[in-house]
């Protein structure tokens, strides 16, 4: 059968662990040899047990767990071209040319040079006896699906990434908690939630939490926001509200580009309004944790997909990265979707966000 390996990159999310599981278990069934490679790419330039066959049960009772089993890294060496070199020996030996990768758009990239350069390395790795002749010709095309796993869903191409559903849950779980004891108290609330380039997280937060204000990246605040913020507070005090809940996602900023800080809305808000006011910052709780059915069920349906793409690929096929599209898994080219992801930043960077919020192509 071919050789198939499956590798988790970048930041954890959940729902890494259902994709995972999905790829062992679709390979295995469409008969390929299917591994692990822990550690991400650092497995694979280190090679050794870091790359272990995978059975069946190898992936039993693990849907429900958050993180990812498999480990992640982030790896300088795969960057070098004597790192891929070293990695391309060590999938060669294995009979390796097939691999899902689970990440985000710099894991994605990263495979789509290897893939690129994938006749350079073997021709590198025979010169020098490393490989047979007979390897040269065997292994020959290297094959790649990616799938992205990330909380923040912040990739060009799927309506939502492995893990969001699950960050969104814990972000609202830890509102309604907060919402009870400001209630108690008349507090106003600052949470903080991940995003430093997508606000996607902070938004979807504060509709489903009723929120009185958000702070995102993409919709940089106007120069009079103080004033709109503190007449929106007060006002909402005057009918009688007892409290009061502001989300600012990591990235957000104002129309020059300055960071709007949960700090610096906390001042904004004592300062005018005196409310006695706190701060919660979520971090990595929003990353940790069982990921939802909706999470599972998607790193289910990616996992499949990207093993059937594998499994149907010819010499010809471009790699390609498993989405989600009006609830259809389908494949894209990989690189394509970088791309534009990668347009997103530089929009934002230009502060264009109207350019940004077109790109990224989601209502
Ligand atoms: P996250 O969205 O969580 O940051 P990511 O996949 O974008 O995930 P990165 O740290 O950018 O995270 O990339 C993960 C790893 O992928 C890097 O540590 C590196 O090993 C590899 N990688 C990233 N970019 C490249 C590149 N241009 N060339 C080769 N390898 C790369």
Redesign the pocket.
Known sequence: GKGLAVFT???DSQGMNAAVRSVVRMGIYLGAKVYFIRE??QGMVDGGDNIEEANWSSVSSIIHKGGTIIGSA???D??QREGRLKAAFNLISRGITNLVVI????????AN?FRQEWSSLLDELLKTNKITKDQREKYKYLHIAGMVG?IDNDFCGTDMTIGTDSALHRIIEAIDAIVSTAYSHQRTFIMEVMGRHCGYLALVAALASEADAVFIPEDPVPYNWVEKLCKRLHQERKSGQRLNIIIVAEGAIDREGKPITAELVKKVVVDNLQQDTRITVLGHVQRGGSPSAFDRILGCRMGAEAVMALMEATPETEPCVVSLDGNQAVRLPLMECVRRTKAVSQAMADKNWDLAVQLRGRS
Not at 103 to 110: A, I, N, R
């Open positions: 990159s970048g930041g991400g790419y982030r790896c300088m795969f960057k990440g985000g758009d710099g894991s994605l990239t990263g040079l990330s």
